[in-house]
């Protein structure tokens, strides 16, 4: 019997999915080689325990006032005007977006530089050594600068996403990337971390630049406007303040992180960040990326009041997701010490780093299910003007989070562990306790999931993911005594075959889901 095909709306978001995640492998690439570049610069040093540190309250104010909370909010009320063809409404509203971003960023981000030294002393990083914090401050300040310009690019991207456009909003973070990359190599020897704070600013601007002639190509009419009472603004508002204390608390988790490690030996949290990078590596090629495809579909779907096809398209979303992640967190915890020494050990980064990195790395891939599929399904409340729902769970979790990170890290210190380790465990903890309320109050908002299906799915899944075990644990013997690059690499290429050759015998659909998606890209 011919295979129906699938509904126009899943074939627009696994079209839209597979450039974005085309896209995101090259980002991400360009982020692995950032993080080997400064691996091999600075290691787990003290200095680069305060570059990340610099990074916590620049992040936080991103978050709060134009990243993740802003798109979300912004996204489903600019497809509004758009599905009701008001061309002139919607590039009001995102003129009048832009410039609130810019007051609130400058403004916030000078009050921020002035009060650096008590933020870091107190806050921050009291754990670090005067000279740390010192270090710590200094780079801030120019971070400061580059999330400025970040919120102006978050807009932009939102923008171009909601007319259907992914293409220079997925190459922007290369540029980004690539920014820093030049400055901690060319400037690292002479200046240290401060040349890849010298990268963050210039990869900044160049995010954002890369992105206006988009704006151009869709005929943007920039308005020197506020627009405070226009309704549309005000909707961002209102669906933004919720989101916005979930990103805080997002934040305030990183920064307790950071707050907590300080008080452990030096480099232990570069090594928390290098296991956190490592495992978001997947996640963002795969998660991320089908999340920025998908999300305007299922806003476009609620515009339309197509409850029924959002259910199917999210469901469809979940699985082809799981399919990719599930083995991907397998091969993490398998292979986390090849992985670590192909990738980061050379330079200032020794065998320590690798055993410091590997064992966060093994408990952040617990999680990683967790953190793609957490997701997918907020952008599907978001999606349908709910940001209140998915705000409360994630503070939840992060109440949790905190918890049991002051638990877990003091347990394993007691049985002689890294510490460290325990505050990654936490995470993918918390995490995933998240991960199963969302799903349950969204299958009740939309009326079910389909739990059959994901249930005949997900065994499949595990049948794949245990032959894979076999064959990597057979081939561990035989590549024992060869190179880390050898290890990992065939290790990914024979256990990704094993897993998808058994998910195909036993009926999988996502495999054919994907070799279609891509064959269909590629014109074949």
Not at 467 to 490: F, I
Request: hydrophobic share 55%; net charge positive; with cysteine.
């Amino acid at each position: 019997m011919k295979a129906t095909p699938p509904p126009t709306n899943t074939r627009q978001v696994a079209r839209a999915a597979s450039l974005v995640m085309a896209l995101f492998v090259a980002s991400r690439a360009m982020g692995l080689l950032r993080e080997m570049v400064i691996a091999r610069q600075f290691g787990t040093s003290a200095d680069l325990d305060a570059y990340l540190a610099a990074f916590r309250l620049p992040d936080l104010f991103f978050a709060l006032m134009a990243g993740g909370a802003l798109g979300s909010a912004f996204i489903p009320v600019f497809a509004d005007y758009l599905a009701r063809d008001d061309q002139t409404g919607a590039w009001r509203l995102a003129s009048a977006i832009i410039n609130w971003v810019l007051l609130m960023l400058s403004m916030v981000g000078a009050l921020a530089a002035l009060s650096a030294p008590t933020l870091v002393a107190t806050i921050i990083a009291p754990g670090f050594t005067p000279q740390q914090q010192a270090l710590t401050v200094e780079l801030m300040r120019w971070m400061l600068v580059s999330t400025v310009i970040f919120g102006v690019s978050g807009v932009v991207m939102g923008i171009l996403n909601a007319r259907q456009h992914f293409l220079l909003p997925a190459l922007a973070p290369v540029i980004y990337n690539a920014a820093i990359i030049g400055g901690a190599w060319f400037l690292g020897p002479s200046i240290g971390v401060r040349g890849a704070v010298v990268g963050v600013v210039v990869g900044s601007a160049g995010h954002l630049l890369l992105q206006i002639p988009g704006l151009a190509q869709h005929g943007m009419r920039f308005v020197p406007t506020l627009a405070a009472r226009d309704p549309g603004v005000r909707e961002v508002g209102r669906l933004m303040a919720p989101r916005a204390l979930g990103q805080a608390a997002v934040e305030l988790n990183h920064l307790i992180n950071v707050t907590l490690a300080s008080l452990l030996p030096a480099g232990s949290y570069s090594a928390l960040n290098y296991g956190r990078l490592l495992m978001l590596l997947p996640q963002g090629v795969i998660a991320q990326s089908v999340a920025i495809a998908a999300f305007p579909t299922f806003s476009t779907l609620v515009a339309r009041g197509e409850r029924d096809e959002l259910r199917h398209v999210l469901v469809t979303t979940l699985r082809s997701v799981l399919y990719l992640t599930l083995p991907a967190a397998v091969g993490l915890i398998w292979l986390r010490e090849p992985l670590v020494r192909a990738l980061l050990e050379r330079g200032a980064f020794n065998a320590q780093s690798t055993r410091a990195t590997a064992w966060a790395l093994l408990f952040y891939a617990l999680g990683l299910v967790s953190h793609a599929l957490v997701e997918i399904v907020t952008r599907a409340f978001y999606a349908l003007h709910d940001t209140r729902t998915p705000v409360a769970v994630g503070i939840a979790a992060m109440l949790a989070n905190i918890a049991m990170s002051l638990g877990l890290m003091s347990l394993f210190g007691e049985v002689g562990w890294m510490p460290h380790g325990g505050l990654a465990l936490a995470n993918s903890m918390a995490t995933t306790a998240e991960m199963v309320v969302l799903l349950y109050l969204i299958g009740k908002q939309l009326g079910g999931l389909d739990e059959r299906r994901l249930a005949g799915a997900l065994w499949r899944m595990g049948l794949g993911c245990l032959a894979m075990l076999g064959g990597l644990g057979a081939m561990s013997g035989m590549l024992s005594s060869t190179s880390a690059w050898l290890v990992s690499g065939s290790s990914i290429a024979v256990g990704g075959g094993i897993y998808g050759l058994v998910t195909l015998l036993l009926g999988s659909e996502e495999p054919v889901a994907l070799v279609g998606g891509i064959r269909s890209r590629a014109g074949i």
